[in-house]
């Protein structure tokens, strides 16, 4: 289970407490995981296709990896980084940038590897400017909202607001619509991400040292844990799966424009708010010091599930935003009762 401190240290109350709140939030999942499936099977046609499932989890990969990187931020205690959709937009800014002009110099055009270093670097400097904001004291809220209208207004103004479109065949392409063993490469991506950071946050000094932060920052300080490295540091990785995500997007697209991650282009509300649901419906706390990253990727299944299959039935984005929200407002609800029966039976 996700423990705050080393197993062998907490109280057999507290670990049985935390065994049974795991293995129930769980529960809840899953059980809604079947009504949603068995929902879809009886009354949305072609729901059970191979051709469809494929589709439901390259959906879920998009915002599930970037949803793995909001983990951790959550779960340190920095509630969340409302920069997420313009950090990716930026990041596919540069990508798509590179990969049309080399910036600048015609023989790195093209150059799968000069775009993505460029792209990662771009996500490196925004997650740590905005950690290092929020490490020293800032309102994680407030930082990150003037850092999406700093990104977003330098991606437009970089791009002039126009579509940066970039020849096939390139070098990206087995990321952005390449496959194997018949699943797409960002689904493998998808999959290996959450394993690694499953095995961070459970197996590893610094996963141990984000659910403390999380859980009390008084306490981390008093054991030499400060948030100021901590923020720096989860909001770096936070803004490197935007940057991959946006980079694999771009690589489907052939081209990048400053609002691809926006409402305006299609999906159930903009990416920042896609994200966030996943982390919430995944029984992540916002408060910081309880959650996983495995939850966050079934939440981002659950999620993909739910709105594949409105599609299917014919809902516009209208419906299908207010669907999203309303699963945020209910994981709020659900985590909000078993933390208050957990405190009851302290």
Not at 67 to 92: D, H, P, Q, Y
Not at 241 to 262: E, H, K, L, P
Request: glycine share 12%.
């Amino acid at each position: 289970m996700s423990a705050i401190i080393e197993n062998n240290q907490l109280p057999f109350s507290a670990k049985f407490l935390q065994f049974y709140k795991d293995r129930t939030l769980l529960a809840i999942l899953l059980s809604l995981f079947a009504v949603m499936f068995i929902y879809g099977i009886f009354f949305t046609e072609n729901y059970l296709t191979i051709t469809n499932f494929k589709a439901i989890i390259r959906d879920a990969a998009l915002y599930g990896i970037m949803a793995i990187g909001l983990t951790f931020v959550t779960l340190s205690g920095n509630f969340f980084l409302l920069s997420l959709k313009e950090t990716a937009s930026i990041c596919g800014v540069t990508f798509a940038m590179g990969m049309a002009t080399g910036f600048g110099s015609p023989d790195l055009a093209g150059n799968f590897l000069v775009s993505l270093l460029a792209a990662l670097a771009v996500g490196v400097v925004s997650g740590v400017i905005q950690g290092y904001f929020v490490g020293m004291g800032g309102n994680p809220i407030v930082v990150t909202l003037g850092g999406a209208g700093i990104l977003y207004g330098i991606g437009a103004w970089w791009s002039d607001n126009l579509v940066i479109n970039f020849t096939r065949p390139h070098d990206a392409e087995w990321l952005g619509t390449g496959s194997f063993l018949g699943l797409p490469s960002i689904t493998w991506s998808f999959i290996l991400i959450a394993i690694a950071a499953e095995i961070v946050l459970r197996h590893t000094n610094f996963g141990r040292k984000v659910y403390l932060v999380g859980a009390n920052k008084a306490a981390g300080k008093a054991t030499g844990h400060e948030n100021f490295s901590m923020a720096i540091i989860v909001f770096t990785i936070c803004s490197v799966c935007c940057a991959f995500v946006a980079v694999a997007f771009v690589a489907q697209m052939d081209s990048a424009q400053s609002n691809y991650f926006s409402a305006e282009f299609g999906s159930s509300g903009d990416m920042t708010i896609l994200v966030i649901a996943t982390v919430m419906v995944g029984g992540n706390s916002i408060m910081g010091g309880y959650g996983s990253t495995l939850r966050t990727s079934l939440g981002a299944i659950f999620i993909a599930m739910v709105d594949n299959m409105m599609v299917l039935q014919g809902f516009n984005s209208g419906p299908r935003i207010v669907g999203v929200g309303l699963m945020i407002v209910f994981s709020i609800i659900v985590f909000g009762l078993f933390a208050k029966g957990s405190r009851a039976q302290e």
